[in-house]
């Protein structure tokens, strides 16, 4: 039970220390004028496209961590469960945000870009999806230990 439990929290930080490392970067390499609409933050479709990427590919590895961890190709699904329900929590704490219009000044940094950012709700809602099935391709990835055939 110890390692089923180490295994979800296991796969959920490396899919955490995944997004916020590489949505650093993006954020470095696309700059404030490539993640955000003009004078807003609101950001891009390249910053969509980018992030949906990136979402999907710390899923797979959290997914791939969390197999590894429990040695058990079902594991994954808690954590996929787990992926799901915070992703719908934060859908829902997006979706009951003042949607007024917050202008943004010149540079922005990372901190403040990422507590800013405001996404479409329906990307909010499909992030979640993209994430679990990124967990599950994953836990696909760690091939089965062959077994070893006992002689009679």
Request: glycine letters at 10%; hydrophobic letters at 60%; a positive charge.
């Amino acid at each position: 039970m110890l390692r089923t439990i180490g295994a979800v929290v296991g796969g959920y930080v490396a899919i955490f220390v995944m997004l916020f490392g590489t949505f650093s970067l993006a954020f470095l390499a696309l700059g404030v004028n490539g993640a955000f609409q003009p004078g807003t933050y609101d950001v891009t479709p390249v910053w969509l496209i980018v992030s949906f990427v990136l979402t999907f590919v710390a899923a797979v590895i959290g997914g791939l961590v969390s197999v590894i961890i429990s040695d058990d190709p079902k594991v994954p699904r808690a954590l996929a469960i787990v992926v799901i329900v915070l992703g719908v929590i934060t859908a829902i704490q997006i979706m009951s945000a003042d949607p007024a219009v917050v202008t943004r000044g010149g540079e922005v940094e990372n901190i403040e870009a990422m507590m800013s950012a405001k996404q479409p709700i329906w990307v909010a809602l499909l992030n979640p999806i993209i994430g679990a099935i990124g967990v599950m391709v994953g836990a696909r990835l760690k091939r089965p230990r062959p077994s070893v055939a006992r002689a009679v």
